[in-house]
Each structure stands twice: as C-alpha cells, then as structure tokens.
C-alpha cells in the first residue's frame, strides 16, 4: 500500500511565480510579436526563438518573386503598436514588409533572444518534468545539440513549407525550374519561353511581370479564379470610405505621393482615422463569402462584369478563368494587370493540370505537351498543418496523427494530447481573414493569458480536452455550409482536396475569433499540477499576497476598480 502523501502549505504568497522556460520556433511576424508580449506581460522566465533562415521575416524573407506583394493595405499590415508612417505604396511589396520586421526587430531588441540558422529537429515531451525536450540543428555547423522548453510555442506559419506540383517526373526536366518561394536572384525572363503553373495569388503576381520580357509565356491554370477589381475600385464601387479615401493621392501604380507620405507623418489624428477607416472595411468582408447573402449575389455579378471587361471579352479566355463557383471560394487577389496580360500577344492560357515533366517541359493532362526554357511553379505550400519535424505528446507523434485524420485544434492554437504547445494559425485560424499582424497580437496574449495563468498557479501541464476539441470541430463541420470556401473545387483552404474539409480558415468573421479570444475558458482544459499532492489549491500559498508586498504596489487598488465585469 502507496503512503499517504500529506499536504503542506507552500510558504510563499499568492501570486508567486515560478522560472519557466519558454521556447519560440519561427521569427516571422507571429514570433517578433510574441517577444513583445511576453516581455509585456511575464517575469521570472527565460525565452529563446529558433529560426531556421539567417534572418528574421519568415514568410516575407522567403518570399522575393517578382510582383510580389500583400493584399491587405499597407498600413493595415503592421503591428498596431508599431505604425509605419511612410509605406510606398497602397500595398506594400514584400522586401518593404521584410524591412519593416527586422526594423521592428531591431528598434525593440529581439535579436538577443533570437538563434538565426538553427531548427527544431525534434520534440518529445516529457509527463513526469513536465517539459519539453528538443533536439535543435545548428544549420551553420549541422551540429545538433539539446534544449527544453516548459512552453513551446510553434509560429513557423502556414504558408511556409513550399511545393511542387503533384506530377511525375519532375527530375527529367532539362530546363530551368523555379518555385516561386525559392525565387532565384538575378534570373531574367528576357528571350525565353515560359511556362507559368498556377493562378492562385503568387501566379497572379508573377505571371504579369514575366509578361513584359518574356518571348512567349504559357499559363497553365487548372482550376479558374475570381480576380476582383483593385481594392480602391471596389470599396468606390460599393459606396465605401468614399470620403477618407478622396483625402489621399495615389498614381496609376498605388504609390503614396509624398505629399500623403508628409500628412500620414505630420498629422496623427488623419493618420489614425484612416488606418481604422481602412481596417473596418477589411474587418467587413465577410459577409460576402456567405453563400446565399445578397452580398454574395451582387459582388459576383460586379466581378464578373469586371473580368469579362478586363479580358477584352475574349470568350475563350473568359471560359478558362471566370469560374462558376461562388466568389470567395478561393482567396481572391486584386490583378488589375495579370488580367490585361493574359490578351497579350505573347501569353496562351492553357487549362487542365501537369501530369508529368518531360525534359522539353512539362505533359498536361489533355496529353499536349508545353515546351518552355523555364517553368516557373506558383503551386503554393503544403497546407496540411502536418508538422515539418516530430512532435510527439501524450498520444503519439503529431505528425501520425495529422496525416490519417482531419487537423483539429482547439481555437486553432492548441491541440489535445499535446501539453504546454500552443501554435499561432493553426487548422482552422482565420489565415484568409485579413492582416497577420493584428491577429497575432490577438492570439499571442490569449497564450500569454494562459502561461502567466500556469506560472502563478502551479500549473504544471495544460491542455485542451478531446471533449472540447470534438465540439469546436462539430461546431465548425456545420458551420461552414454556409460559406463559400466548402463548395465542391480545389483550393488550399481544403488542402487542395476537392472534397475535403475546410481546415485552414476560422468559422466565422474576423471580429467573430478576436472576440472568442477574449475569454479563457478553463472548463475546456485538463491540468497537471506541480506539487506532490496535485492539489489546484497549493498556489494560495501563506496567506499573503504579492499586492500587499510590493513596496512599489497599490494595497488598496479596489478602492479605484470599475464595478463593471468585461
């Protein structure tokens, strides 16, 4: 018979923390932001943040193809505590977005908790520690040492772990290959014959750039897509911001006139009612991508009116890229120019898929082959949510277990089984939903709700239940019916699958997760406690508290708190 364990009292006060260690994977915008907030909001703990890249930016260091760019305003695509007053252009191109975060990175010294060339290889945690032990690549060295986490935090994004398409043959080629997120410096399409795969939004950005130079350009596009007008064009269509809108100056291309570069720097109160102007627009998409709202009904037919326009009416080009599936279904990119490049004389759209690569180019699935010099791949990332590297929890290696069963995580940032792991966007975030930047802020203090909450509590293990988790997705299943993103087709939201679940966006507005994030919900999680007696009530303590005990505190901060409950 075991001895009975008698409990103690912990001779410290309430409020006492315990030294964690916290781990980072990934210094995109997520992980740039997350150093902030932590250091905002926790003491009594250590952080480092693996990044496999040499520098810091994730997606917009990667990411350099020509044309390459956000959709969403510029300058709703920051931090909001860390505004850009001078953005070039309406949407900013990707080495500007690139320059801004390592400028943030360097205004807010986060290089010192930041290791550039080295990834996580592996992950395993351990019950009785309560850690995690990782095994970590120096990609400099290849020398691969160990670390531990009590937190691990994965930022390393969705949009990041690029691939080809899914053909045969592709070592046969003889001609130059490119991926577009492994986009080659220095390379000129001058002369050459071109063979651009894909018409999501990075074919839609590239493919006009290549147009110019190119000696003939092919545009293989399997599945047709919605090409909106510019945002300007369609928020003046819709009646929006008209009046905001008419208080800047913009060329033919979006650039900023410096004369509305000087007044978004001199006058922070116009500054300020045009970012929140423009993000109240992005915020109010949503309704479009119902599928049966009159939104829905009268955007399309605009749309549809502008593409035919754009394509000079060409029956055989609107056939091939003028899809019939509601608007929405694929994430829409503005392609004011991909449209008018694909009348030029040097481009032939080709419909249907790559089967195979044959060393002269590449086999379609009608059997014609397309001989090309170059075949420039826009066919996107794995968006599977697979981990790249072995994360083995409770039950198993995560990487099993996403691979035979449908992603789900609770409110997208945790998963059952997997104690103390908290990812940013994971399956069914709002990735589509707007600026990166805001959500992350958003989703980086409701974990740090949730560390701070295992530090002062004596909390050693948290996780969300399965129980919980089978709800969130039952919730989800039936909720998306209702939007456009689960009607029958390919697209990466289901993972390229044409009848697969919609795994990579949220269920519901943008408004709809940040407001969900407001709470915690402890009655959706299963606790481990670090004390012998694994009793929840140890962090009590000695009957003191750390708001009487710190000189520099308010004892009698109450007597000036709101009566009202948030």
Known sequence: MAPKIEYSVKEQPLGSTRHIRIVGIGAGASGLNMIRTLRL??????????????????TWFENRYPGCR????????????????????????????????????????????????????????????GIWNLIIRDLGTGIEFDDHANFLLDGTGILNNWKWPDADGIGRYQGTLIHTARWPRGFDPSDKVIAVVGNGATGIQVLPELQKGAKKLYHVVRTPTWVPPPRIQSWKLMGQAEEILSKIQLDAQENFSQETIEKFKSDPEFYRTYVKEIEALVNNSFPIVLTNSPVQA???????????????????????????????????????????????PNVEVKTGGVVRFVPEGIELDSGEIIEADVVV??????????????????NGNLQDRWRKETPKAYMSCAVPGMPNYFAFLGPNGPIGHGSVFTLSEHIAKYITGIIKKCQVEGIKSIAPSQDAVDDYFEHISTFMPRVAWSAPGRSWFTNGQATGPVTALHPGSRIHFFHMLEKFRGEDWEYGYDNVKRNRFAYLGNGFSTKELDPKGDSTWYLDAPTIVA
């Open 41 to 58: 909001n926790l003491t009594d703990y250590e952080l480092v943040v693996y990044e496999k890249n040499h520098d810091v930016g994730g």
């Open 377 to 394: 791949c826009a066919t996107g990332f794995d968006t599977s949510f697979c981990p790249r590297f072995p994360i083995v929890g409770r």
């Open 298 to 344: 009268f955007a399309r037919a605009k749309v549809t009116e502008y593409m035919t326009a754009m394509l000079g009416g060409d029956e055989k080009l609107c056939e091939a890229l003028i899809p019939d599936y509601p608007l929405g279904f694929r994430r829409m990119t503005p392609g004011h120019s991909y449209l008018q490049a694909l009348t030029m």
């Open 70 to 129: 956000c959709d969403i305003p510029s300058h709703n695509y920051q931090f909001s505590w860390k505004p850009k007053h001078d953005w070039t252009n309406f949407h900013a191109p990707a080495e500007e977005i690139n320059d801004y975060l390592r400028q943030v990175c360097d205004d807010e010294g986060m290089r010192e908790a930041i290791k550039t060339s080295h990834e996580v290889v592996s992950a395993r945690w351990n019950e009785r520690d």
